[in-house]
């Protein structure tokens, strides 16, 4: 294959129909399950000019991980056009393509980089990819260096929100166990000032929102998808509270799990709230999973019909991009609608994807522009 991490972008054009329902706040119950219904019929097509964005031959040449923030913390379709966006990304491959599509020679493998982007269109002359680099090779952006780190260990990152000029996102702390692969060991707050060039004044803690496996349960971890569901940034039916999705990765099934906090407090985790399936409550070991066949990352985009769209990996690793509507951000969830089928999984037994989600204020109005 040409690519170890390619990136494959579709549109997803939602065709709208009415809705009474309004967002509850966090302090509120979600509607009755039989409620969520099956949402607008949504239609996908690829989007050739923003695949082409991330199809390079020199220097960052694919990654995985894409996450999308933009700078002005505004999040509606159509509001890129006059802001930067910043990119986040996971492993990525630093080096040449040759012209057969092969990696030359000397390529590395760094665990997280980022790009900005000035404006709403896939310009290839406003975007600048971003790696550190040491004794002349390149490096990833950010190395674990909490309290709670290890020798060894790296970080992939999550979603994200801007605050007050400084990006704020909750990367995972990867390990190798003596076993052997890797494993998430911990989830810790990272933040740096957003601008051009590397990030700067970068600080690390560690959370509290990771669990390892428990009887009964898989490892929980907290920061798979954000939704910010404030007039600030755009949102159609805003209740001024920000959502930060977990995933409870059971074996053969990941599921969704949910926290509720004010903007303003996403770094004073004693005041984040974890929904146990009645209420709003401080202790994650509480919460309980909302919906299920879930992706480790993903979105959730508050519509204006007041619903709410999941938009996810089916079953984790799969060819299918799904969605779910919900009735609040917490749901409950209608049943899973397959939009889309990536075609790169046919091409080879060894392709294979994953984490889709959507980017809504990169999308035309009408439209919900999704990554994978």
Known sequence: MKRWFPLGLSVVVLAMVGCDTTAPGPAASPAPADSAGGGPVLAASIAPEWTALFDRESGWTGADGIFSIPDNSVDAPGTAASGATTFLFSDTAIGEVQPDGSRAPGVRLVNNTLARLEGGAPDPSRIN????????????????????????????????????????????????????????????????????????????????????DQPGRGNIQFGAGILENTAEAGAPDPDGYLYVYGVQNDPFNKKLLVACLRPSDFGRFGLWRFWNGTTWVADLDEAV??????????????????????????????????????????????????????????TDPDTFCYDAKAHPHLSAPGELLVSY
């Open 129 to 212: 990819f971003v790696w550190a680099g040491e004794n002349g090779q390149p490096t990833a952006l950010v190395v674990p260096d909490t309290p709670n780190a290890q020798p060894g260990e790296w970080y992939w990152n999550q979603d994200a929100i801007v605050r007050d000029g400084r990006l704020n996102s909750l990367f995972l702390r990867i390990g190798r166990p003596a076993s052997g692969g890797f494993e998430v060991v911990g989830v810790s707050l990272v933040t740096f000032e957003v601008g051009e060039g590397l990030p700067t004044d970068i600080a690390q803690r560690d959370t509290p929102f990771f669990r390892p």
């Open 289 to 346: 999973p909302v919906t299920d066949r879930i992706s480790n990352e993903l979105s959730v985009t508050p519509l204006a019909d007041g619903r709410y769209l999941l938009v996810f990996q089916l079953d984790a690793i799969s060819p299918r991009v799904a969605v779910r509507y919900g009735e609040s951000p917490v749901g409950p969830w209608g049943e899973v609608q397959e939009v889309y089928t990536c075609p790169e999984a046919a």
